[in-house]
């Protein structure tokens, strides 16, 4: 009987280079005054929809029936400060060719924002 092992050398070049980037980000991001935090809020009835934010997918809904009541973050698409490209595709559900006028989407785009103890709320849209 007999055993083989085999290993191979740790390379710590890549982990060094990636705290140093964590490091890097982080003293940025707290280097920021106020530190907002977006989210979505959609209410929908029998549609379909995907929301992207600078073209990286946030939310998609593709059921057969029914609809949605969500809060939802968006942080993940937002790179950096500035304008942000916001689509929303609005399709009908499996099986239908048209949206009925009885089918609804709405969406807020909502904004907070913590200051120390302070929780500051807005509504953008």
Not at 27 to 48: A, L, Q, R
Not at 54 to 82: K, Q, V
């Amino acid at each position: 009987m007999s055993t083989l092992t085999c290993s191979q050398k740790k390379n710590n070049d890549n982990t060094n280079i990636n705290k140093t980037m964590n490091k890097s980000v982080n003293t940025i991001i707290d280097s920021f005054k106020e530190k907002p935090y977006y989210h979505i809020k959609v209410k929908s009835s029998g549609v379909n929809f995907d929301i992207r934010i600078n073209d990286l997918p946030i939310f998609r809904f593709f059921g057969e029936s029914g609809g949605t009541n969500i809060e939802y973050p968006i942080n993940t698409g937002i790179l950096e400060t500035g304008e942000q490209i916001l689509t929303i595709k609005i399709l009908p559900i499996k099986g239908k060719k048209i949206i009925a006028p009885e089918n609804t989407f709405t969406l807020e785009i909502n904004k907070k924002v913590t200051l120390g103890r302070l929780i500051i709320k807005e509504k953008l849209y």
